[in-house]
C-alpha cells in the first residue's frame, strides 16, 4: 500500500508565497514522476506542474504559473515540492499531489487527499 501525504496548504494574500510538500511512502519500488494538480470550485482538475524522476528531472508546468511556481524533488525521500510566488486569487484551489510509480510489479498512479490554497485579494 502506498500513501501519498501533502503539507503547506493555507490562506495567503495576493502576492504571497506558499511552500507545498508531498511525501510518498509504503510498498514503492520505484517513482516515474510527481505533480502537483488543482482543481477549482466548479472546474476541472488541471495539471499545475510535473516532474520526472530521472537524472535533472524534466519539468512541466501550465502555462498560468510559469515564471511564478517552481517544483521540485527529492529522490531519497520520495518527496515532491512545489514553491509557489507571487500568488494570485486565481490560484485558489485544492491542490492535490500524484504520484506515477511502481509498487510491486505493478504501475500506479497514486493520488494525495488535497490541500486547500486560498489566495485573498
Known amino acids: 500500500q502506498v500513501h501519498l501525504v501533502e503539507s503547506g496548504g493555507g490562506l495567503v494574500q495576493a502576492g504571497g508565497s506558499l511552500r507545498l510538500s508531498c511525501a510518498a511512502s509504503?510498498?514503492?519500488?520505484?517513482?516515474?514522476?510527481m505533480g502537483w494538480y488543482r482543481q477549482a470550485p466548479g472546474k476541472q482538475r488541471e495539471l499545475v506542474a510535473s516532474?520526472?524522476?530521472?537524472?535533472?528531472?524534466?519539468?512541466n508546468y501550465a502555462d498560468s504559473v510559469k515564471g511564478r511556481f517552481t517544483i521540485s524533488r527529492d529522490n531519497i525521500k520520495n518527496t515532491v515540492y512545489l514553491q509557489m510566488n507571487s500568488l494570485k486569487p486565481e490560484d485558489t484551489a485544492v491542490y492535490y499531489c500524484?504520484?506515477?510509480?511502481?509498487?510491486?510489479?505493478?504501475?500506479?498512479?497514486?493520488w494525495g487527499q488535497g490541500t486547500q490554497v486560498t489566495v485573498s485579494s
Open positions: 509504503g510498498n514503492i519500488f520505484s517513482i516515474n514522476a
Open positions: 516532474i520526472t524522476s530521472g537524472s535533472g528531472g524534466t519539468t
Open positions: 500524484n504520484a506515477d510509480l511502481v509498487s510491486g510489479k505493478m504501475s500506479y498512479d497514486y
